[in-house]
């Protein structure tokens, strides 16, 4: 059995190369990633908002995770 071209985080995701160093912080990726998923939360709940009815399902449920992660 050859080895693998590359690794991956089970954590973060972050990869690295087979042979390189997979040396890497989880905390930093794992920070950058629940922002990027609280603001693409945020712009569902705009949109589902703007464009259907009060209180939509979907804005709703976005609304009830951005609450859920903000109060960590
Ligand atoms: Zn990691």
Known sequence: MSNP??????TCGHTWRHGHSGDHNCTTRLVQQRG???AALEAIAEWTERYTKPDHPISTVARKAIANVGAL
Request: glycine residues 0%; charged residues 10%.
């Open 5 to 10: 071209v590359s690794h991956t985080c089970p």
């Open 36 to 38: 990027e998923l609280l």
